[in-house]
């Protein structure tokens, strides 16, 4: 499923509209009246927010899938003179800007999960989830792998020709990103044929490497995609990997990070081969793939607060910094958390 939304908030005049979009995204995600109340309740926050405390940013909506259940995430970004003190800021009556001083509290409680980031005079990023089967008044324990990603279009397109997906199987998590040619309707046709192929197959027991070779046959009826497809097996401590063309692909780890290789080619159109390569899964490590709509020169060793984050968050700090601006950008995010290891 490749539903997501950006929307800018300057004024007090977008906020209805962010809402409008809200309610939109509530019911694709199946959310009763009830759960679109708590919806609506966030994104006018964090809106809110946005025009309060940092002149202005932008706010990201996504519909997710795990397992059988449908979700939104909501993540609201800026680069404002973020927050000293984030705990202050959950409580009740706690404000700065002279108003009541309910806003992130009320976000963290309507939440199913919630996490804040804020580095001052650098910004602040706030990301909320919430699931149609799941109660979204209190924050669960940790899964024991959480995955979150951005798709962002081009500026002056509607559609992005970006897409990620995300498996959570009983024995492994698999992953897909995929960039297609270009970008615009046709970019989008051809990344959103390769998740349909993703979504059919991965649950059938394909590997890395099939689902890509599955993927590049469905394509050759479209402009064709870059593609890398990453496959975590927990219980091995390894990562399976394949991809065809620029998709960065890379393990974080202090002692055993690494780039994962793709090789030459374009699903759909020439690959030369496509090939598996394991890595090591190290315990706390964290894997992302972009694309190159994202800048490559980031380094998230140098933020050490940001790594112990919701894969969410993180995806949403890697394109609020380092977004070119002058493709579709998509990045997706996994780990696992630190209470199962």
């Known amino acids: 499923m490749n539903i997501y939304a950006r929307l800018s908030i300057k004024d007090a005049s977008q906020v209805a509209e962010a809402r409008r979009q809200a309610a939109r995204f509530s019911q694709a ?23 309060k405390h940092a002149a202005g940013g932008e706010i990201l909506l996504r519909v997710i899938e795990n397992k059988d259940s449908q979700g939104l995430d909501i993540l609201a970004l800026d680069r404002g003179p973020g927050i000293a003190h984030i705990n202050d800021c959950l409580r009740d009556g706690f404000s700065t800007a002279g108003s009541y001083g309910n806003g992130l509290g009320a976000i963290y409680r309507l939440s ?38 951005v798709c ?19 024995d492994r998590i698999i992953a897909m990103m995929a960039d297609g040619l270009g970008h615009g309707p046709y970019a989008a046709e051809a990344s959103q044929a390769a998740v349909e192929v993703f979504n059919k197959n991965a649950a059938r027991g394909a590997t890395a490497g099939q689902l890509l070779s599955y993927m590049h046959s469905a394509l050759k009826s479209t402009r064709g995609a870059v593609i890398a497809v990453a496959e975590i097996l927990p219980a091995s401590r390894l990562v399976r990997y394949a991809g065809v063309g620029n998709i960065s692909g890379l393990i974080i780890h202090p002692e055993a990070g690494c780039h994962m290789v793709s090789l030459n080619g374009t699903a759909g159109g020439p690959v030369r081969k496509i090939q598996e390569f394991i890595y090591p899964w190290p315990e ?22 940001l790594q112990r984050k919701h894969p969410g968050l993180i995806a949403g700090i890697l394109y609020r910094d380092y977004f ?11 780990k696992e958390a630190e209470s199962t290891l």
């Open 152 to 170: 962002v279009p081009m500026p002056g397109e509607e559609l992005c020709g970006d897409a990620w997906a995300v498996r959570q199987l009983p």
């Open 324 to 334: 070119r601006g002058r493709d579709d950008a998509g990045v997706v995010v996994i």
């Open 284 to 305: 706390n490590a964290l894997l992302v793939m972009h694309s190159d709509g994202l800048a490559t020169h980031w380094r998230l060793d140098e933020l050490p607060v």
């Open 29 to 51: 995600a199946g959310f009763d009246a009830a759960m679109e109340s708590k919806v609506n309740l966030i994104i006018s926050e964090m809106a809110t927010n946005l025009i």
């Open 112 to 149: 199913a999960y919630c996490e804040i980031y804020s580095v001052l005079n650098q910004g602040t990023a706030v990301f909320s989830r919430l699931w149609n089967k799941a109660p979204a008044s209190f924050a669960p324990a940790p899964e024991p792998i959480s995955f979150g990603g």
